[in-house]
């Protein structure tokens, strides 16, 4: 299994513009997540999905989208990219949504913008 | 929200000694805690957990520590190894969504 895997590791966009980040687990998990971290801070909910069809907002969503059409996929979306979204992106997946059951990260997008 | 917070940003130990790293939350009604470890330049890794039912979990090298009382967490590393070198995040569970402290920068010393 190669887990969750994210595109691209690393992006440079200017305010404006926008651009998907890709996420996709192999691990037939139901939930997926979206985080951002921010540099010396811990990680912030951004988007989760609990399966496919099924998308709620965390504690950041402003500015952001994401869909959820499989199982495997869970793409996070930027329409008018602006400064304050500079920070590293991770994308994790659990099997189910209860206590005990981890939560697997990707190995994170580094988006800057200028 | 809830609010996670750590005593000490970074801790640096000397290879082969013991590491506590501290966490402390405001919600009481949190009954599942995470500890997980970041390495530059990757995800956070899942290290050891504990449900508020209990107060001492051990893992390999690694025992988590919980004072309901006091809103606290620690995590203890034995015998650290260069290879402890890294940022780590206590988490608090809500119903299936994470909230993140801040992180400990762990440095080891040789």
């Known amino acids: 299994n190669a887990g969750v895997t994210q595109t691209p590791k690393f992006r440079i966009l200017k305010i404006g513009q926008s651009m998907t980040l890709q996420c996709t687990q192999d691990m037939n998990h139901n939930y997926m997540y979206w985080y951002r971290q921010d540099p010396g801070m811990g990680l912030k909910l951004i988007y989760y999905s609990v399966g496919a069809g099924i998308t709620d907002k965390g504690e950041v969503p402003n500015g952001y989208n994401v869909s959820r059409s499989t199982t495997e996929d869970f793409p996070l979306r930027l329409e008018l990219a602006a400064p304050s979204q500079t920070s590293v992106y991770f994308c994790?997946?659990?099997?189910?949504?209860?206590?005990?059951?981890?939560?697997?990260f990707g190995p994170g997008t580094r988006l800057t913008v200028l | 929200g809830e609010s996670v917070g750590l005593h000490l940003p970074t801790l640096s130990v000397q290879e082969g000694d013991n590491s506590i790293i501290n966490c402390a939350y405001s919600n009481s009604a949190s009954d599942y805690f995470i500890w997980y470890k970041q390495e530059s330049g990757k995800g956070p890794q899942f290290i050891i957990d504990?449900?508020?039912?209990?107060d001492k979990r051990q893992g390999q090298r690694v025992t988590v520590l919980l004072n309901k009382t006091v809103k606290h967490l620690s995590l203890q590393i034995a015998a650290t190894q260069p290879g402890d070198s890294a940022v780590y995040f206590c988490?608090?569970?809500?119903?299936?969504?994470?909230?993140f402290g801040a992180g400990t920068t762990v440095t080891v010393r040789a």
């Open positions: 504990i449900r508020s039912n209990m």
């Open positions: 988490a608090l569970s809500n119903d299936y969504k994470l909230s």
């Open positions: 994790a997946s659990s099997l189910s949504g209860g206590h005990g059951d981890t939560q697997y």
